[in-house]
């Protein structure tokens, strides 16, 4: 197992190295799990809300992935933003 060392900042923040996140998959604004047991803190990245429940609702329309899933639930959150905007 290779060491990354990192710091701690002021807030208790911590930069995840680009290997780590490389090996975990992580990209900006995924979530990730810290699991401490025995004075040890392990990472698991957890799935974002899209992709655990992309195509749970049947429709009649071939399922999206949940990168489209996003882009069209972000096209929706938008539209609504404009049209309360334009009230």
Known sequence: MREH?????????????????RALGLQEGDRVAVHLENGRATLER????????????KSGR??????QEQEEFERG???????DLDR
């Open 5 to 21: 060392l990192t710091t701690v900042t002021r807030k208790g923040q911590i930069t995840v190295p680009v290997e780590v996140r």
């Open 46 to 57: 957890r799935p974002s809300v899209v992709a655990r429940t992309a195509g749970i609702f």
């Open 62 to 67: 071939p399922p999206l992935s949940p990168e």
């Open 77 to 83: 959150v938008a539209e609504d933003v404009r049209r």
